[in-house]
């Protein structure tokens, strides 16, 4: 079945079009709510949440753009609901957060070549997931998603200025996740 055959199903309420549809695009969208969220159970909410929603906007699809796109979309969107919901004030950056000692990466024993040659997909993931959830939010939007500052702001209800500030400190904490797993790694 193609994708208008998948959709024109699923407009019909057909089981095995909802089904078909769901398993094509389940595990690309889970890797899409995982960027958002802490845990795999907790992407795995926001993916049944997201997919409910999905049915039950179909029929607003207009074909103008990517089916897989849309989707991506109201994943994206289901995620900070959901982090709305459950993170109560998570687009604050708490004094602790904003006071933190800065750790002097460029002192760091780790040579660049060394860092990017010992990074793979799941240590970069686990390094996101580790972000606050502002931090994690922000940097999956503008790096991820490509959204603007603008875009960010008006999304999360923040100002400018926070999104940047969020994604400059999101930046660096990941870059600081990331040497703490290698070296965890490197020890063993």
């Not at 690309?28 to 409910?52: N, P, W």
């Not at 753009?65 to 604050?92: C, H, P």
Request: with cysteine; aromatic share 10%.
């Amino acid at each position: 079945m193609n994708e208008t055959e998948l959709i024109k199903g699923c407009l019909k309420n057909d089981r095995a079009s909802q089904k078909a549809l769901y398993e094509h695009f389940y595990s690309k969208m889970l890797g899409v709510c995982l960027r958002y969220s802490k845990s795999t159970d907790e992407a795995k909410d926001i993916v049944h949440e997201g997919f409910l929603k999905v049915f039950n906007s179909l029929k607003g699809f207009n074909s103008s753009g990517s089916f897989e796109g849309w989707i991506r979309r109201i994943m994206v969107n289901t995620a900070i609901d959901y982090l709305r919901k459950n993170k109560q004030n998570y687009l604050i950056v708490s004094t602790v957060y904003a006071n933190e000692k800065q750790m002097n990466i460029a002192d760091d024993t780790l040579e660049e070549e060394d860092f990017i040659r010992n990074i793979d997909e799941k240590d970069i993931l686990k390094a996101v997931q580790e972000l606050t959830p502002a931090y994690r939010t922000v940097f999956n939007l503008y790096v991820i998603e490509e959204y603007s500052h603008k875009q960010i702001a008006e999304l999360l209800d923040i100002s400018e200025g926070t999104s940047k500030s969020n994604l400059s400190k999101a930046k660096f904490n990941l870059k600081k996740n990331l040497i703490q797993l290698i070296r965890q790694s490197n020890d063993k």
